[in-house]
């Protein structure tokens, strides 16, 4: 086995690594508000989250079409770019999880990637990143508005009915919605990996680099790492996302998952890697703000979006030093062979 292999043994190791990790940091998107609204318990809903993160990541190939070849052209970069593009959005999952922050994997892949790609001159598919950042600005802005509009429509369709007794049907009810959250966030979040593994395989010559086609065995790869990492949980940014920016009842848990997971199974659908906790997050505050504005902790969701609109500036001049840190090891040590 050559040299290119082994450094894509390393590649694909990284993004699995990635898609564990953003298993566990994403863990809250899909379950924090059934866990909160005590509509199921941790350890079931963290189990129901993993399986249904593997068959959402099983099914289909859009976005990992945009990002292994609408970002940079996989023909101008070497397997290097892509272990610091790796590198440096798994650190910066970590520390965000660290904290608590539920910051963006898409945001942070995508700044990996720009930053190292911009530093070694790829050549940049501006239309392909236009399209993308779009997508995560407009996102979040739908999962607020249809958060408000879904949650009007609640409160009409069941005015009149015993609160109490409300609750409790919703409880059930949101155990669904966080079903079709855990499968839309499967698939797209582990199509990531998928896009950076298949561009590796490109760039080795293991596949047609003429034809982006991601194999079976990425997909169910990346989509077990998912699960995996879902199965971990991610307690920090449950308890953040589910009680920090508004003391949430089932129905309104209810009504934000079902917004979220529409608005990523329609970007999933036309290629876009949306950010899931940027869209659950609106929609919490969608939902919050449909019964009373003043209620929503805006401080806390101040900070939230301040995580979001650093991440790719942050992380693309972070990538950049990784690179550079790793070239240079690589030069001081005679390794940089390895990495064609």
Known sequence: MGDVHWIIIVIIALALIFDFVNGFHDTANAIATSVMTNAIKIPY??????????????????????????????????????????????????ITWKFGLPSSSSHALLGSLL?????????????????????????????????????????????????????????????LSAAFMAFSHGGNDAQKSMGIITMALMIGGVIDPKVFNVPEWVKFS??????????????????????????????????AETVSATVIQAATHIGLPVSTTHVITSAICGVGSAENVFKVNWRVMWNIVLCWFITIPFVAVFAAIVYKVLHTLALWTGSYNLFP
Not at 132 to 159: E, K, N
Not at 228 to 255: F, N, S, Y
């Open 45 to 94: 809903a963290i189990l129901m989250a993993a399986g249904l993160n593997f068959l959402g990541a099983i099914i289909n190939v859009e976005v990992a079409k945009t990002i292994g070849k609408d970002i940079l052209d996989p023909s101008s970069i070497t397997s290097f770019v892509l272990v610091a593009t790796l590198i440096s959005a798994i650190l910066w999952n970590i």
């Open 115 to 175: 930053g190292v790609g911009i530093v070694v001159g790829a050549e940049i598919k501006y239309a392909g990143i236009e399209k993308i950042i779009l997508g995560l600005l407009i996102s979040p802005l739908i999962g607020l508005f249809g958060g408000i509009i879904l949650m009007i429509i609640f409160y009409w369709s069941f005015r009149g009915i015993n609160t109490k007794k409300l609750g409790h049907v919703f409880k059930k009810v949101q155990v």
């Open 222 to 255: 990346c989509a077990i790492a998912m699960g995996l990492g879902t199965a971990v949980g991610g307690w920090r940014i449950i308890k953040t996302v589910g009680r920090g920016i508004i003391e949430l009842k089932p129905i309104q848990g209810c009504a």
